[in-house]
């Protein structure tokens, strides 16, 4: 017995030494990704189910490492806001999905929105409503155009700071959008006091529509608190036709998800920009 607990412990300390060292490796890899541009955008549209029309597009950043492949966000966003490099790189995806979004509108897509994600290590070591001024002049985009995205645990840190940063953000005329609505434990009724425009309803929720009872009635009540609070709804992860049903019937304003589009790369989503632009 005593021999075996030895060599538990022994295989237990090689296996945690291996992840020591993937971790370190990962975090020189990140250091080194932005310089040497192995940073991407993917982009993923967004539908309007009143005109069926894509109006806007999400901007998902993803690592194209050297040697291993396309690296996804939830692999490395983490350790980017351990390490406090979401700095740079927040910044980094900011100032290209703005440009890439202007540089749409001049080639004729003339209303396309932009959203992005802006974590919250973002919003307390940073002046976001300063950087987001900055990065609109330097790419001559409109504010209208450009859609941060919060979830809630941004919301959470500090929330008499965050409520007043947003407010300064809807001054320079961006749009806020909530993440991930329904993960945590808020009700929409106490994020009113933030200046929120459009509800994007968890994929989790999207996912129970049509096959429980319960999924269906939350995010029906969500849907329609939400058009109370004069707040527009995105429902995430839309992946089927019934679902898409449901969100109709319900009157959800629009969708995102695998059953229009997966996330995109620039050339993939130029073409889709050419060839389908509707439901
Ligand atoms: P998110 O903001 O909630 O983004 C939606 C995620 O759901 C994306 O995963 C997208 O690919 C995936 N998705 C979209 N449609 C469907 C669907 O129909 N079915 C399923 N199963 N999944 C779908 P992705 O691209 O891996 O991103 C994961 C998360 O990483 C994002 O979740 C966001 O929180 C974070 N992230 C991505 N880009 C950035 C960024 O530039 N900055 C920051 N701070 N976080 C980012
Ligand atoms: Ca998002
Ligand atoms: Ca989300
Ligand atoms: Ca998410």
Not at 8 to 27: F, K, N, P, R, S
Not at 198 to 211: G, H, L, M, N
């Amino acid at each position: 017995a005593k021999d075996k607990g030895r060599n538990c412990a022994h295989c237990y300390t090689a296996e945690m030494g291996v992840q020591i060292e993937e971790q370190a490796d990962l975090e020189k890899g990140l250091h080194q990704a932005l310089l040497r541009k192995e940073l991407e955008l993917h982009y993923q549209p967004k539908v309007s189910l009143k005109s069926g029309q894509v109006y806007g597009v999400e901007a998902l950043i993803r690592w194209r490492r050297p040697g291993i492949g396309l690296i996804p966000p939830d692999s490395f966003i983490p350790l980017a806001e351990e390490t406090g490099l979401i700095i740079p790189i927040g910044e980094w995806v900011l100032r290209n999905a703005c440009a890439q979004v202007k540089a749409w509108h001049i080639a004729g897509y003339k209303d396309l929105t932009i959203a992005v994600n802006v974590s919250a290590l973002q919003f307390r070591q940073q002046n976001i409503p300063e950087l987001v001024r900055n990065v609109l002049a330097d790419s001559k985009l409109e504010p209208k155009y450009l859609e941060l995205e919060l979830t809630e645990s941004v919301l959470m840190q500090d929330p008499e700071t965050i409520a007043l940063a947003m407010r300064e953000l809807k001054e320079i005329g961006v749009r806020l959008s909530l993440d991930d609505f329904g993960t945590g434990y808020s009700s929409l009724s106490y994020l009113k006091q933030f200046p929120i425009d459009v509800v994007k309803i968890d994929q989790s929720f999207i996912r129970d529509v049509t096959s429980s009872i319960n999924g269906a009635s939350l995010t029906k009540s969500i849907i329609s608190m939400a058009e109370s609070l004069h707040m527009t709804t995105v429902a995430e992860g839309v992946e089927t036709e019934e679902q898409l049903g449901f969100l109709n019937i319900n009157r959800c304003d629009a969708i995102q998800g695998y059953y229009f589009s997966r996330p995109l790369p620039l050339n993939e989503m130029v073409k889709l920009l050419a060839e389908k632009t509707h439901l």
